[in-house]
């Protein structure tokens, strides 16, 4: 399965409401995780099987989606946001998405 | 507190072999996948393969296999990965990441491991 993430990059100003895509080639069937990873450092996990949270992560973080059609949405942009953010199909093979890079404006 | 711990940054010439480590600790090893991931600037992470804490069994993406060789050391709760025949293309970071059994999502990531290849 294929992920394409849009956009590549992304602006926006502390307290937006940010919403990120990924779209698989196939039925993900909601087993779809998103990860942050900031310059340098390892990727963290801060959603797993489409909406759930995990643990330690603000809850200005969300998820949604099925079928083929996922979205990470940032509630209020937070200057510690500053990251890319990949999208991970684990429903047929392993696969990440290309990322997105969320920079603030 | 689960730590993974990897090697530090390796420099090596083409054609030679590398072998990473990844010592863990704060979470019982043998309950766990470790996964070998590896990310090349501008390039999606891919995963390399896993093994299971508890026996050694491994799994490998096809892309890899005879590239990567997994293994692990339950007395010291390490796992590590053995890169052969290494050329341009295996310039990259290597992380490791834990999955629990069942759940092929990652938790928990070491650092990485920065791989350079050159004569």
């Given at each position: 399965?294929?992920?394409?993430?849009?956009?590549?990059?992304?602006?926006?100003?502390?307290?937006?409401?940010?919403?990120?895509?990924?779209?698989?080639?196939?039925?993900?069937?909601?087993?779809?995780?998103?990860?942050?990873?900031?310059?340098?450092?390892?990727?963290?996990?801060?959603?797993?099987?489409?909406?759930?949270?995990?643990?330690?992560?603000?809850?200005?973080?969300?998820?949604?989606?099925?079928?083929?059609?996922?979205?990470?949405?940032?509630?209020?942009?937070?200057?510690?946001?500053?990251?890319?953010?990949?999208?991970?199909?684990?429903?047929?093979?392993?696969?990440?998405?290309?990322?997105?890079?969320?920079?603030?404006? | 507190?689960?730590?993974?711990?990897?090697?530090?940054?390796?420099?090596?010439?083409?054609?030679?072999?590398?072998?990473?480590?990844?010592?863990?600790?704060?979470?019982?090893?043998?309950?766990?996948?470790?996964?070998?991931?590896?990310?090349?600037?501008?390039?999606?992470?891919?995963?390399?393969?896993?093994?299971?804490?508890?026996?050694?069994?491994?799994?490998?993406?096809?892309?890899?296999?005879?590239?990567?060789?997994?293994?692990?050391?339950?007395?010291?709760?390490?796992?590590y990965m053995d890169l052969s025949s290494l050329t341009s293309e295996d310039s990259a970071v290597y992380f490791c990441a834990r999955n629990e059994w069942g759940y092929w999502y990652?938790?928990?990531?070491?650092?990485?491991?920065?791989?350079?290849?050159?004569?």
């Amino acid at each position: 399965i294929q992920l394409t993430q849009s956009p590549s990059l992304l602006s926006a100003s502390v307290g937006d409401r940010v919403t990120l895509s990924c779209k698989g080639s196939q039925n993900i069937n909601n087993y779809l995780a998103w990860y942050q990873q900031k310059l340098g450092e390892a990727p963290k996990l801060l959603i797993y099987n489409t909406n759930s949270l995990q643990t330690g992560i603000p809850s200005r973080f969300s998820g949604s989606g099925s079928g083929t059609d996922y979205t990470l949405t940032i509630s209020s942009l937070q200057p510690e946001d500053v990251a890319t953010y990949f999208c991970y199909q684990y429903n047929n093979g392993l696969t990440f998405g290309s990322g997105t890079k969320l920079e603030i404006k | 507190e689960v730590q993974l711990q990897q090697s530090g940054a390796e420099l090596v010439k083409p054609g030679a072999s590398v072998k990473l480590s990844c010592k863990t600790s704060g979470y019982t090893f043998s309950n766990y996948y470790m996964s070998w991931l590896k990310q090349m600037p501008g390039q999606n992470i891919e995963w390399i393969g896993n093994i299971y804490g508890g026996n050694g069994g491994t799994g490998y993406n096809q892309k890899f296999k005879g590239k990567a060789t997994l293994t692990v050391d339950k007395s010291s709760s390490t796992a590590y990965m053995d890169l052969s025949s290494l050329t341009s293309e295996d310039s990259a970071v290597y992380f490791c990441a834990r999955n629990e059994w069942g759940y092929w999502y990652f938790d928990f990531w070491g650092p990485g491991t920065m791989v350079t290849v050159s004569s």
